[in-house]
């Protein structure tokens, strides 16, 4: 299974991702959105590709029902998905571990950062893809491509 991981595109009416994003997204299997998409039509975008699965980000205010954090199977493996701008924690990844601290997941996928980050912690494996968007303090834009096979998982930024 192929997964591509997205975050703070926060994108406007009539504005969409970079055409290299889109080249990339053509032998996905999955979409994973972790917020502050800031409006519907991405998600319907994405949804022509793939499946999609999405939480809101503190910048998500439209009326669309999404969950604060969501959790999805896949194959063998328990990904936890959730934005990483709120509860206990002193930073967006310790945010987002509390917020499966009681949770039995093997991956949990974050934005809210703009940061690319990824770290094994406690045995659960910590994913933040960046932003294809919206790089702020970082050198480039990026993404995240998880790929699951046999139960195994192998992670990566694609960075433009």
Not at 26 to 55: F, K, N, W, Y
Not at 126 to 133: D, I, K, L, R, V
């Amino acid at each position: 299974m192929r997964i591509a991981v997205l975050s703070d595109t926060h994108l406007r009416m009539g504005k969409s991702l970079p055409g290299f994003v889109w080249e990339q997204l053509t032998q996905i299997d999955m979409i994973l959105h972790a917020g502050d998409l800031t409006h519907i039509g991405l998600l319907e975008e994405l949804s022509c590709l793939a499946p999609v699965r999405a939480v809101r980000g503190n910048c998500d205010n439209w009326n669309v029902s999404l969950p604060e954090r969501d959790i999805i199977e896949c194959e063998a493996l328990r990904i936890g998905l959730i934005h990483g701008d709120s509860g206990k924690g002193r930073s967006t990844p310790d945010r987002a571990y509390t917020a499966f601290k009681d949770t039995q997941v093997d991956l949990i996928v974050f934005g809210h950062s703009h940061t690319p980050f990824m770290e094994w912690r406690d045995g659960i494996f910590m994913f933040n893809p960046g932003s294809p968007t919206d790089k702020r303090r970082e050198l480039h834009y990026s993404f995240g491509l998880l790929d699951i096979q046999q139960g195994k998982l192998k992670a990566k930024h694609v960075y433009f």
